[in-house]
């Protein structure tokens, strides 16, 4: 009977602690407030001409946790195609104790390349250079996209010349996080080019001319590769294959099975944070 007794007595204290437990972490997040500034200019006037198509469309939106400081940020651009699409702030990526810069871009046909490359660099360099004034780390910053934002995050974080414009390294960035990205030349690039999609370019606008083991943690996230567009996963994975043959330390693949080049954004937040934390976790 005794035993019985501290038998019930021990289920009960564990249920208290974990009940008590649960009600502290909903306390702490609850704790956490986040603000957002929206359509803010983040070109600069003294490197590129604001006319009125860059004033409307280099603009960002800043999320961010109002009573922490040194927390990451995750710079994020919108798919599209660079013909179309807008900025937003991924719901995934809400109240998770980030910010998230999210970034609008001038498209194609109205620009043509490296314009919208020099949008995305501009943008990253307005975070890296202004995120200490809302409580963030410089040294922490992420750079992010889906689709064609992927390719944009990726090519500013692999071909250095674009932040270097700006006076900074693209290996101060924490790291790249890639949504379904092209690893080739964009196909827009080849359209404006006057070629077709089955046309396939690898030179300077191509993330794969520009793979380097000094290059910050990769992290390359896509869908089926039976449901992605075609070729896509294929040639991400051969970027992931070079970089294993020139041993750089971090670059990770994932495929998520079942899920089409569209679906695959939503669950691949979840592999985004699961990487930036232990990316900030290597760095301590």
């Not at 001038?106 to 990253?124: F, T």
Request: glycine share 8%; net charge negative.
């Amino acid at each position: 009977m005794i035993h019985k007794h501290f038998q019930l007595l021990l289920l009960g204290l564990i249920f208290f602690v974990t009940v008590q437990a649960g009600l502290n972490a909903q306390n702490s997040n609850s704790a956490t407030t986040y603000l957002t500034q929206t359509e803010l200019l983040y070109l600069d006037s003294t490197l590129t001409p604001l006319t009125d198509y860059a004033r409307e469309r280099c603009r960002l939106d800043i999320y961010y946790p109002e009573n922490k400081t040194d927390f990451a940020t995750v710079v994020w651009f919108h798919g599209g195609g660079i013909t179309g699409g807008n900025k937003f702030i991924p719901e995934g990526l809400k109240e998770q104790g980030i910010a998230v810069v999210a970034v609008n871009y001038r498209l194609s046909p109205q620009v043509k390349a490296p314009v919208y490359i020099e949008d995305a660099a501009a943008a990253i360099a307005w975070t890296m250079k202004h995120i200490g004034e809302y409580g963030g780390d410089p040294e922490a910053v992420f750079v992010s996209g889906h689709s064609a934002g992927g390719y944009l995050a990726s090519m500013v974080a692999m071909d250095t010349t674009y932040l270097e414009k700006h006076d900074l390294n693209a290996n101060d960035l924490a790291g790249i996080i890639s949504y379904s990205g092209h690893a080739v030349t964009h196909f827009t690039i080849r359209q404006e080019r006057g070629l077709g999609w089955e046309d396939v370019v690898v030179d300077e606008y191509a993330p794969l001319s520009h793979i380097r083991k000094n290059l910050p943690p990769l992290v390359l996230i896509l869908g089926d590769r039976n449901l992605e567009i075609y070729g896509r996963y294929e040639e991400v994975a051969y970027l992931w294959r070079m970089m294993q043959l020139i041993k750089h330390p971090f670059t990770r693949i994932y495929e998520l099975d079942g899920y089409s080049h569209g679906a695959m954004a939503v669950p691949a937040h979840h592999i985004l944070l699961n990487n930036l934390r232990e990316i900030l976790e290597m760095k301590k």
